[in-house]
């Protein structure tokens, strides 16, 4: 009998003398870490567009671009022919009104946000000197115009192989048809050379230097 009352105090005092299991907070850690937006990949100006349109649309059913530029992101390494934001101005001619939408590869300044973005609704009143064009018109893509512009710039590629490259596409008076712009340098007031390309076709148009 002392021997079974000994054992039981023994099994007694080993039960009470385990320590508490420690609850984990991986989980609950793990859950309210928030993870950091991934870049997405730079676009031509064509598949930037196609997203932007798409809210334009839901914006104004008669929406027509008016003009698509690149935006160059310092912390964004685009290949030739395409950019790691990019605008574009719709105008609803039925009420008068236009919007520009950007999308970007990240969060930027200048108030750029990952993704399609819509600014501001403003006044619109048609003009001569840029006019809305279709989206069909858009068939040459902005990669494809810079390929364009440097078969025909090969005396140029060694000054211009550290300019930044930009592209506007747009309809004014200087062609009868959308054209893309593509030039060197920050803007086109400060740019020392330009390449105008058909964006219908494809084919060059014009160069300025």
Same mark, same amino acid.
């Given at each position: 009998?002392?021997?079974?009352?000994?054992?039981?105090?023994?099994?007694?005092?080993?039960?009470?003398?385990? *320590? /508490?299991?420690?609850?984990?907070?991986?989980?609950?850690? +793990?859950?309210?870490?928030? &993870?950091? *937006?991934?870049?997405?990949?730079? $676009?031509?100006?064509? !598949?930037?567009?196609? !997203?932007?349109?798409?809210?334009?649309? @839901? =914006?104004?059913?008669? +929406?027509? *671009?008016?003009? $698509?530029?690149?935006?160059?992101?310092?912390?964004v390494k685009a290949p030739a022919g395409k950019a790691g934001a990019w605008q574009c101005t719709f105008v609803s001619p039925g009420r008068g009104r236009a919007r520009s939408?950007? =999308?970007?590869?990240? &969060?930027?300044?200048?108030?750029?946000?990952?993704?399609? #973005?819509?600014?501001?609704? &403003?006044?619109?009143? +048609?003009?001569? !000197?840029?006019?809305p064009f279709l989206t069909a018109a858009i068939k040459a893509d902005s990669d494809e115009a810079y390929d364009e512009s440097m078969k025909r710039s090969t005396e140029f590629?060694?000054?211009?192989?550290?300019?930044?490259?930009?592209?506007?596409? &747009? !309809?004014? /008076?200087? #062609? *009868?048809?959308?054209? =893309?712009?593509?030039? =060197?340098?920050?803007?086109? @007031?400060?740019?020392?050379?330009?390449?105008?390309?058909? +964006?219908?076709?494809?084919?060059? $148009?014009?160069?300025?230097?």
């Amino acid at each position: 009998m002392r021997f079974a009352a000994t054992l039981l105090a023994l099994v007694a005092l080993v039960g009470c003398s385990e *320590p /508490p299991k420690a609850t984990s907070t991986t989980s609950t850690t +793990a859950e309210q870490k928030k &993870e950091a *937006p991934k870049t997405l990949e730079p $676009l031509t100006g064509r !598949q930037a567009y196609q !997203q932007m349109y798409i809210s334009a649309r @839901s =914006w104004a059913p008669d +929406a027509q *671009p008016l003009q $698509l530029k690149s935006l160059q992101l310092t912390e964004v390494k685009a290949p030739a022919g395409k950019a790691g934001a990019w605008q574009c101005t719709f105008v609803s001619p039925g009420r008068g009104r236009a919007r520009s939408y950007t =999308w970007s590869a990240i &969060e930027s300044s200048g108030n750029l946000h990952q993704g399609v #973005f819509a600014g501001q609704e &403003e006044s619109y009143t +048609a003009s001569r !000197q840029m006019l809305p064009f279709l989206t069909a018109a858009i068939k040459a893509d902005s990669d494809e115009a810079y390929d364009e512009s440097m078969k025909r710039s090969t005396e140029f590629a060694k000054r211009l192989e550290k300019a930044p490259v930009n592209f506007i596409l &747009e !309809q004014t /008076p200087r #062609f *009868p048809y959308v054209a =893309w712009r593509v030039f =060197w340098g920050e803007s086109v @007031s400060s740019s020392e050379y330009t390449v105008f390309i058909n +964006a219908t076709t494809g084919q060059f $148009l014009e160069r300025v230097r």
